[in-house]
């Protein structure tokens, strides 16, 4: 069960279509700030990789960090606690770790990600789940990382109650070209190539590019 979101209220857009081309297009929106990409320094990223510019840049900002063996694994999936960790580190310049207790029954308050967890309780970016839990290494799913972002950049989005409860940040979200594959199931797993790519966007929307 996912945990629930809840925000403020604006009219609920209805999901707009893309063509391939319009995906395409806003890549190349996005990433034309950067006059000249040298290396990322990872050994299994080429830079005729999708998501190259993207890898990148969060890695110039100290967002995202590699494996002691040079690499960067595209393809592996990327826990709740790390992503947390990335939207916190892409989004505020400072992030406190003096405040460590957050009342998650499975999170101690010694673990490498207690700050950034707790920070994000305290900001309304996460509730957790029903039962107490924030379960730090599940997994994130295409939905959960929506629902973090949303709350994080505090978007207006209005719950209906006939629909599913993730169904208002998809549609913000696809509406903001900020998916690279709009037609990706809603409880896929993120990869940490298409984290790197969704932050990249949100930082650039943020920045007004």
């Not at 040298?38 to 993207?54: K, Q, R």
């Not at 690499?71 to 405040?99: C, G, H, N, Q, W």
């Not at 924030?134 to 997994?139: A, D, I, T």
């Amino acid at each position: 069960m996912n945990e629930s979101i809840e925000l403020s209220s604006d009219a609920l857009k209805e999901i707009p279509t893309m063509t391939s081309e319009e995906v395409q297009l806003s890549d190349e929106t996005i990433f034309s700030f950067i006059p000249t990409v040298i290396s990322t320094e990872f050994s299994d990223i080429e830079d005729t990789d999708t998501t190259f510019l993207a890898i990148h840049i969060l890695k110039t900002l100290g967002v995202i960090q590699g494996y002691p063996d040079g690499s960067f694994k595209p393809l592996s999936p990327v826990t709740r606690a790390e992503f947390l960790k990335m939207v916190m580190e892409s989004l505020y310049s400072e992030i406190p770790t003096d405040e460590i207790e957050c009342n998650f029954t499975d999170i101690k308050g010694d673990e490498w990600f207690a700050g950034y967890v707790c920070n994000a309780k305290k900001l309304q970016i996460t509730t957790g789940y029903p039962d107490g839990t924030f379960k730090p290494e599940q997994s994130v799913s295409l939905v959960e990382a929506l629902a973090f972002i949303a709350r994080t950049n505090e978007w207006t989005v209005e719950k209906n109650d006939d629909e599913q409860w993730f169904m208002p940040y998809y549609t913000q979200a696809k509406d903001r070209l900020l998916l690279r594959n709009p037609e990706k199931a809603f409880d896929e797993l993120m990869t940490r190539e298409d984290i790197a790519d969704l932050l990249v966007r949100i930082i650039m929307e943020s920045d007004g590019s």
